[in-house]
């Protein structure tokens, strides 16, 4: 019972360190121009002033699904008959 509830823990904090990531990451795909992004983000293009617009939007819905994950994990575990 006690592990359980450590790894239920573990799982929330692991979420919302994951949807903090992920949003921060899609507001640097919103702000910074392909040619500005980190050489390890996808869509880094040298010289190229687009911005990649549906990667910041993927990145904040997958972060703000993080976030939903770890909400509902943290609920009341009562059952209903």
Same mark, same amino acid.
């Given at each position: 019972?006690?592990?359980?509830?450590?790894?239920?823990?573990? %799982? @929330? !904090?692991?979420? *919302? $360190?994951?949807? &903090?990531? %992920? @949003? !921060?990451?899609? *507001? $640097?795909?919103? &702000?910074?121009?392909?040619?500005?992004?980190?050489?390890?983000?996808?869509?880094?293009?040298?010289?190229?002033?687009?911005?990649?617009?549906?990667?910041?939007?993927?990145?904040?819905?997958?972060?703000?699904?993080?976030?939903?994950?770890?909400?509902?994990?943290?609920?009341?575990?009562?059952?209903?008959?």
């Amino acid at each position: 019972m006690l592990r359980s509830m450590r790894n239920d823990k573990l %799982l @929330v !904090v692991a979420a *919302v $360190v994951l949807g &903090v990531v %992920l @949003v !921060v990451v899609g *507001v $640097v795909y919103f &702000v910074e121009p392909a040619k500005s992004l980190p050489s390890f983000f996808p869509g880094h293009e040298a010289g190229s002033a687009h911005h990649h617009v549906k990667h910041g939007i993927a990145s904040l819905l997958v972060g703000l699904a993080a976030f939903a994950f770890a909400w509902f994990q943290t609920g009341p575990k009562s059952k209903t008959a």
